[in-house]
């Protein structure tokens, strides 16, 4: 016979209720990224979605997933965890659109040792906002209570991305030397890098809560500035048409990203007087003593996205993207050779 005063999951460090609280509380903003193709709300063991609906006659399915990295260990810290969950579907939803696809639904996977409703509530209401500047719905995901695996309030987040395209509109396509480089502005440092954004913060002496060298504001705040969204005006400016290529510009920065996107055989020339970067990396490569050549291959200093197109199409390329919001700018290339070769310097 067991007695009542048995062992029980909650003993065990495992809110059950807790985990059901989030679920309720997260429902509107899981609703508010509803879009054509959603199948059904959150709750069941799996979520469907039609690409039908969203309007594909012939799709091919375009999967991605990231996380965010120690950029949470600033927000844990902070307890500025708002954005955390932007960075999130940035990650992955900026890697779909650099295929052609358009990205159509999202989940997440929340771990912590012990669930805390409100953090993982705000946690889960980024990543709503994200999906909704995406266009993707934000249709299923998991929260796991872990005691022992995780302590104090630490937390991890991963991100589950699905896109679409019409069969043979994939990119990179038709890459070809002479093809002109048109770099976006990124908002930042976004999303990678930070084990070495905190090596130099923690070499500066700063604490978080320290007004920042760099931008108005406490420098934790500053350094948590969410990742950029591309999807939206990178789709537009595929859709117009000379868009043969598009990189991610995340860890490894323009020298390890941009190659991805090119032809066999084939470099590529940049420019870096073409640009300024953001003063947030000024900062970090003074402060931390870094190369610039290590700069460029472990942030994105100042360009988060990189279009490589068709030259008769930079003017109007560049009219779109700017009507859309975006900072543009040509950059450089595609040469012979291999990888990324640098004229000018970053500062």
């Not at 690409?51 to 260990?73: C, E, F, I, S």
């Not at 960075?87 to 159509?104: F, H, K, S, T, Y």
């Not at 939206?232 to 991610?248: D, S, T």
Request: charged share 20%; glycine share 16%.
């Amino acid at each position: 016979m067991t007695s009542e005063q048995g062992l029980t999951y909650a003993a065990a460090g495992v809110d059950i209720d807790a985990g059901n609280a989030l679920v309720e509380r997260i429902k509107p903003a899981a609703k508010a990224t509803d879009r054509p193709g959603v199948m059904a709300g959150l709750g069941g063991f799996g979520a469907l979605f039609d690409p039908r609906a969203a309007g594909y006659q012939d799709p091919v399915l375009v999967a991605a997933t990231d996380g965010v990295g120690t950029k949470l260990k600033i927000a844990i810290e902070t307890g500025e965890v708002d954005g955390v969950g932007i960075d999130l579907v940035a990650m992955c939803v900026n890697d779909l659109v650099c295929q052609g696809a358009e990205p159509l639904f999202f989940l997440d996977y929340f771990a912590t040792g012990k669930l805390d409703v409100d953090q993982a509530a705000r946690v889960v209401e980024g990543i709503a906002e994200g999906c909704r500047r995406a266009g993707a719905a934000l249709i299923g995901g998991e929260t796991a209570e872990m005691p022992g695996m995780y302590h104090g309030g630490d937390f991890d987040l991963a991100g589950f991305a699905v896109g679409a395209m019409e069969r043979g509109a994939h990119l990179p396509q038709g890459v070809a030397e002479g093809d002109v480089l048109l770099a976006l502005g990124s908002d930042g440092v976004h999303s990678n890098g930070y084990s070495l954004v905190r090596k130099v913060v923690e070499r500066s002496g700063l604490a978080w809560d320290a007004s920042s060298p760099f931008a108005k504001g406490a420098l934790g705040r500053t350094l948590l500035t969410p990742t950029r969204i591309y999807v939206r005006p990178v789709l537009a400016a595929i859709r117009a048409g000379g868009v043969r290529a598009a990189a991610h510009i995340t860890g490894g920065g323009i020298t390890e990203n941009l190659p991805r996107v090119l032809p066999e055989g084939v470099g590529a020339e940049v420019d870096l007087d073409s640009w300024q970067a953001p003063s947030v990396f000024r900062w970090l490569a003074d402060a931390g003593d870094v190369p610039e050549r290590e700069m460029l291959k472990t942030f994105n200093c100042g360009v988060g996205m990189i279009l490589v197109v068709a030259p008769d199409r930079v003017k109007a390329l560049t009219e779109l993207l700017r009507a859309e919001g975006e900072t543009v700018r040509t950059i450089g290339e595609v040469g012979g050779g291999h990888g990324v070769g640098y004229t000018g310097t970053l500062w």
